[in-house]
Structure formats: C-alpha cells, structure tokens
C-alpha cells in the first residue's frame, strides 16, 4: 500500500475542492433542462423546509409542532423528524428562491460527501488517489438513486458523514481514547440528520469495533465505541429523547406500514403494489451493480491491503452491508434491537459505498479500469431510467404553488406517523374555520393570533358550551380560558380539539409547551458538551 499522506498539500487543497464542486455540479447539470426531481420524499422535504422558513419569521428558532400539515390542523412532525436537513433547507431560502433550493441543497451536500471522503482517504492513499475517491464518492450510484428518485435529502446528508465515522473508527487503533469525542460527534451529528442512518451507523460502529478488537486481540474498541455511542447520543439528547418519548403519543407505527417494513423491501421483492415493485426492481438492480463491482474490488484489491486494517474493516462492512439487503437475514431485522426501524434494507446502500468507493482505489491503481466500472453503473442508471423507472419531475410553477399554499395557511398533506394518537387525518374538514360552535347556543368568535406555536381568540356564547378548534389535540398544548387552566377533549371521529367555554366572553389562549422530556433532553445535551470538552482537554 502507498504510504498513508495525513495531511495535503495546502496548495493543492482548493484544485481538490473545486473538483468534488465540479462532479457536484454535474450531477445537479441536468436540473437545468429537465426541472427538479421530484422523487418519494420532495414534497415531504420541501413543505418541511417552507415551514420552517415561516415558522423562523414568527420567531420560532426550533419548530416543533408542524403547524400547517394536514391542511391546517398540524402534526407533531418536529419533534421526531431530526433538524439537520429542514434547517440547512429553510437557511437556503434566505439567500435563494425556492425553485433553486433543492439543487443548491444537493450541489452542497454532494460536495461535502467527496470532501469528507477525501479527508477520509489521505491518510492511507496517494494525494492524486485520494481526489479520485473523494469524486467518485461524491456522485457513487446510490446517491444518483437519491438525488433523481427519492429525493431523501436527509438521508443524502447523513452519507456525507459516513468516511467521518470510519476516519475516527480507525484512528481508535493509535489515538485510542482521543479519538472517542470526534467519533462521538459523528455519531451525534448523524443523530441529528436521519434517524434510519443513525441506527445504520450505530450498529456500524459496533460492527467495525468488533473488527478492531479482534485484529488487536483486545476488548479496548469496543469499549472505546460503547463510549463514542453513548456521547452521540448524549449530545443528541435534546432530539433523541423527545422522540423516542413522545412515539405514544402519535401513531408511529405507521412508519412500518406495509410497503416501508423491511420485509417488503429486500432485493427484488415484490408485493401487491405495482409502483412499489418498479422501483424495488430498479434499486435492486443498481445493488446487484454495486455487489458485483464491490466483489471485484475486493478480489483484486487483496494484495495491496490484506493486511492492513483499513481493508479489513472495508470487506467487513461491505460484505454485511450486502448480507442485510438479502430476505434470509429476516431473523436479524425482526429481533435486533431498532433494527427495523431502517425500513428499508437497500438503505444499507448508504454503507456499502463508503467500503466500495476506498476498494475500488486500492484494487486499481491506474485510471482506466476505474472509469469504465464507473460508465458501466451509468448505464444501468441509464437503463433503470428508461426502462423501469424514469424519474418524475417537478417545475418552478409546481413549487410556487406550494408555497402559495404555505402562504396562504391552506397547508399541505402531512404524514401519517406524525399524526397524534386517536386522530384522523382522513376525517377533516379542510374547509373548516379555525374555531367554531361545537355545542349548543351560539357563538361570535374573533381570531386574534393564529402562530404556529400561539393562538389566540374571544368567543362570546350566549350559554356554556364546547368549541371545535382547527387543530389536533397533543398533551403539549396548553388551553388557557379567561386565564384558567381548563381540560379539553377530543372530538370522536376527527381528534380536533374540544375546548369547553361558559356563558359571555371567553379570552382563548392555546400554547405549544415545553414538556418534561424536551427540558430534560436539553439538559442531558448540555452536560454531555460540558463533558466533552472537559474529556478533550484531558485526552489532548
């Protein structure tokens, strides 16, 4: 193996860059003639980053409760989803206008994915080697599956990642305990993107640990990576906690619903869904790619690697990365912990390229044979467009109507598993006034605020009775009448919010709040900073 290059030459840093910008851009080129793809997951994101982007104009730094999902009557989608990805989309859209945002948010993370690689790869290969797996890496197969078909913009930033949870996995060989804060980081950084990854990357962490301790015959990395899980997910507290609190009080369960469980997604699974079969067999077909480029890599790539750590921990994370996409290991997706929570077994494709993109550079050393493998997954890409699967798309009037809607309050169609337990989003009336007359008498209601997180409004009624609030009932909101406390309910069919009024005027106030876990996640985060900046004082 050529001798390991840590740090570039500085002079040479900005060539390297602009190449991962350039590859970058090239992915995103065609945006310009075709439109935006519009793949599974492009209005979720984008209704997400628009809301956030209205929700930072009310002064709200953190969003909580999505408060236009649903047409109007919100979801707790927030809390669960993790921040990385709306956060980086609504920052967009301060300088850009909406129709260029989802290029710009991929062009950047396209671009972050080649450099962390290439940070990854200096230390064990040449400069010139290093550049070429940082721009492979930056537009690998998988990614293009991404970018044009689903358009999981927070899984394609939690694979920018990924080379940074390896570099700081292998530097637990020498650095030993001052590598546990970086690669705790990591592991928190992935926390906060995408939770379907941070499950991927924390049984990763196990896995490559185990590599570890087993090449240094010691149990020292898995106690150096139980530490570094247990600092991400500290650091992370003040997402995790919620969400993984707060599940009972939505209908979570959705998320393995049938056609997103795992076992209707390993290769080349079929079900009673035709849409759900085509691009099964498209991302199916580009794995098998993938598969056999990487057993290549791996044969031909022994004698310049076999015995370092780096090619044993690349064959043993791509080799589970296959075995988990296969429908034997079934057992292991029913039993291990979390483990069905990745939905999707391709997913693990995520992993899988980190291993194939270093492999593919230690195999072959010169050019030519890397470059026709790499055309040879762009025609199967070609192939699965036109012949399986070809992407839809979106144009800049399709995304201005969105955010019309946005503007305007009608809101958009939110997410099943976001929706608060005993409610039924199918059961709304999209047409109906915020709050309204549920019981007997009658009512003149005037609107004073209706934020994302406050509402305000009066309600003269001529007797006590109950009003219909356009909103899902969450334990967080708090209802305030005259300035007392009051209990409300739930209407039967729909979950809306019941709150109960008596005779005269009543000064309505209804308050997204704070609840226990959120404080104590917070809380949690905070220590484990302090912690971690005491340890890496310590350890440096």
Known sequence: MASPHTTANSSRLPFALLIFAAVSFAAVAPFFFLGIPSGHDFEFHMNSWMEVHQQWQQGIVYPRWADLAHSGYGEARFIFYPPASWMLGAALSEILPWQLVPGAYIWIVLSLSGFSMFYLAREWLEWHEAVFAGALYAVNPYYLVIVYWRSAFAELLAGALLPLLLLWILRLEKKRWRAVVPLGMVVAAVWLTNAPSAVMVNYSLALLAMVLAVRQRSWRPLLYGAVAALIGIALAAFYVLPAAYEQKWVNISQVLSPGVQPADNYLFTTIAD???????????????????????????????????????????????????????????????????????????????????????????????????????????????????????????????????????????????????????????????????????????????????????????????????????????????????????????????????????????????????????????????????????????
């Open 274 to 540: 035709p849409d759900h079969n085509r691009f099964n067999r498209l991302v199916s077909l580009v794995a098998v790619g993938e598969i056999l480029w990487l057993g290549l890599a791996i044969w031909f790539s022994r004698q310049r690697g076999r015995d370092s750590t780096l090619w044993k921990t690349l064959t043993t994370w791509g080799t589970v990365a296959v075995v988990l996409m296969l429908s034997f290991t079934s057992l292991l997706w029913n039993h291990l912990p979390q483990l069905k929570f990745v939905q999707l077994p391709w997913r693990w494709l995520l992993c899988l390229n980190v291993a194939l993109v270093l492999l593919v550079v230690l195999a072959w050393q010169q050019w030519w044979p890397r470059l026709p493998a790499y055309a040879a997954m762009l025609v199967v890409l070609a192939f699965v467009w036109h012949w399986v699967q070809p992407p839809w798309w979106d144009h800049a009037e399709d995304v201005q109507k969105m955010e019309a809607a946005i503007q305007s309050g009608d809101g958009y169609e939110g997410s099943d598993e976001y929706v608060p337990i005993n409610a039924d989003a199918y059961e709304i009336d999209p047409a109906m006034r915020k709050a309204t007359l549920d019981g007997p008498g009658h009512a003149q209601i005037h609107v004073l605020e209706w934020g994302a997180q406050n509402k305000k409004f009066t309600a003269r009624v001529s007797e006590p009775t109950t009003l219909a609030v356009r909103l899902f009932y969450y334990p967080a909101w708090r209802v305030e009448v005259n300035g007392h406390m009051v209990s409300t309910r739930t209407q039967e069919t729909t979950g809306i919010m019941i709150v109960p009024v008596g005779a005269g005027t009543n000064d309505v106030q209804i308050t997204f709040t704070r609840t226990w876990d959120r404080t104590f996640g917070g809380l949690i985060s905070v220590l484990a900073v302090l912690v971690v900046v005491g340890a890496s004082r310590v350890w440096t």
